[in-house]
């Protein structure tokens, strides 16, 4: 393996891990700053090999926010020296080798803590199991054709289940070659000559405004996108500029990945396919029917299977309310067509606008706003209104077109109900460290 230019043998990797496992054994719990580095690998699979759970800090992460994911977890070291002025705990160091062999921990013992975002207060721990990240990278193994003969390039972020579980628990589960190019670049990317890349739908876009870099990855076997919707013409111009229709999958960090399109099926530009293997979905309305499969009625996507995650930590409260039964309820809001296929149409609480009696996805308002050739960035929200409960209001990042011209462009394509009643021009949309918008600061 490669990371962020330092290499690595699996041997060697199997041994530094083993040997600061001997120092972990018998912890709660262990935290790992978790930068793209050679060292946050091998302090999570030391804690892996150890049977601790490990926590991954998000080096960007505020004193407070380091703080409370400290205080909470109850971890009570930290692999490697850090500079968290905030935060007293030992540290434990990264050892170079051992000959020592350890049993397999439990299948249902904890493998990693991850933090939510925490958009509806403090981050909660979502606890993840170990037998649940192999259903979910098995599955996923299974529906990508993945391989030890793979070579897996990404540029991800590592504390998250997208750049960690998939981007090196995945590679270190088929044995694959594994490049992290440190950083998400075009030219990166191009450079690392793989077989299989992961990006989010930022690291796609960016991929697309270098023609040169984009052809490059021609010779791939497979595109990934996640952890954002991938905008139909970025979809569409990677296509052209590399020959690979890119695979989109869907997922959260409390049910790992559960959806995808196939290495080998159909890939539908704005759809996320079908489950993994181990995985079932249902959509439910808001009085708890549910609801047809005809690609077009929206319903909150509910989740069952082996990928789910063990609860939040600390948080009976919230693991109950989170459950209707075996059935996870995602919050997110999604049609499923009478195939099986489904698409994602946003977040219940922000993305399904109610206006003027009607229920408008904001995700197929931003479709048709990216579509035109003058807007680079969109996002519809919902806001307050005396008469038709909410309106609709998009920001977008253009180039050269007056906001009617783009209002009269959705009345034009859409039914004129989902048409935006304002447009808000701005130089860049607010997004986290996976390329989501954060609508919640758009005002």
């Given amino acids: 393996m490669i990371i962020a230019g330092e290499r690595c043998s699996w041997a060697a990797l199997a041994g530094a891990a083993g040997a600061t496992a001997a120092e972990l054994v018998g912890m709660p719990a262990v935290a790992v700053d978790a930068r793209p580095t050679l060292h946050t690998v091998v302090a999570v699979a030391a804690g892996l090999a150890a049977g601790v759970p490990v926590v991954p800090i998000p080096p960007d992460a505020g004193p ?19 500079d968290w002025p905030d935060v007293d705990l030992p540290s434990v160091v ?54 030890a003969d793979d070579t897996l ?31 998400p670049t075009p030219d990166a990317y191009a450079a690392a000559g793989g077989s299989l890349y992961f990006g989010v739908p930022t690291v796609w876009g960016r991929v697309c405004a270098m023609p040169q870099a984009a052809r490059a990855l021609g010779s791939a076997r497979l595109l990934v996108s996640g952890s954002a919707p991938l905008p139909v013409p970025v979809f569409d111009q990677l296509k052209r500029l590399t020959g690979h229709a890119p695979v989109e999958r869907y997922g959260m960090t409390e049910t790992l990945i559960t959806l995808s399109t196939r290495f080998e099926g159909e890939r539908r530009p704005g759809w996320v396919g079908l489950p993994i293997e181990g995985v079932r979905t249902r959509l439910v309305a808001d009085d708890g029917a549910e609801v047809a499969h005809d690609g077009e ?3 909150e996507l509910e989740v069952a299977g082996s990928t789910l995650f063990e609860g939040y930590l ?78 609709i209001v998009a920001f977008v990042v253009c180039d050269g077109i007056d906001p009617q011209a783009l209002i009269d462009h959705v009345a034009l394509t859409l039914s004129v109900h989902k048409r935006p009643r304002e447009v808000r021009v701005v130089t860049e949309l607010p997004r986290n460290a996976m390329g989501k918008v954060q609508k919640a600061l758009l005002s």
């Fill in 64 to 82: 407070a926010e380091r703080s409370h994911i400290v205080r909470d977890s109850g971890v009570t070291a930290v692999i490697g020296e850090v």
């Fill in 94 to 147: 990264l050892r170079r080798s051992s000959a020592d062999s350890r049993p397999e921990p439990p299948s249902d013992s904890a493998a990693l803590v991850m933090y939510t975002s925490g958009t509806t207060g403090a981050p909660k721990g979502v606890v993840l199991s170990r037998r649940a990240l192999g259903a979910g990278l098995d599955g996923l193994a299974q529906a990508w054709g993945w391989t």
């Fill in 153 to 183: 390039v990404h540029g991800l972020p590592l504390f998250h289940v997208h750049g960690l579980v998939l981007g090196v628990l995945g590679a270190l589960r088929v044995g694959s070659r594994l490049v992290h190019t440190g950083r």
């Fill in 297 to 299: 009625t929206i319903g």
């Fill in 314 to 391: 600390h948080r009976p409260d919230a693991t109950t309310a989170a459950f209707d039964g075996a059935w996870f309820r995602t919050g997110d809001a999604a049609v499923i067509d009478r195939g099986g296929f489904h698409r994602i149409v946003g977040r219940l609480s922000m993305d399904i606008i109610k206006t003027g009696g009607f229920k408008v996805g904001a995700g197929e308002v931003e479709t048709v706003l990216l579509g035109h050739p003058s807007v680079s960035e969109a996002a519809v929200v919902g806001m307050p209104d005396d008469d038709l409960g909410q309106r």
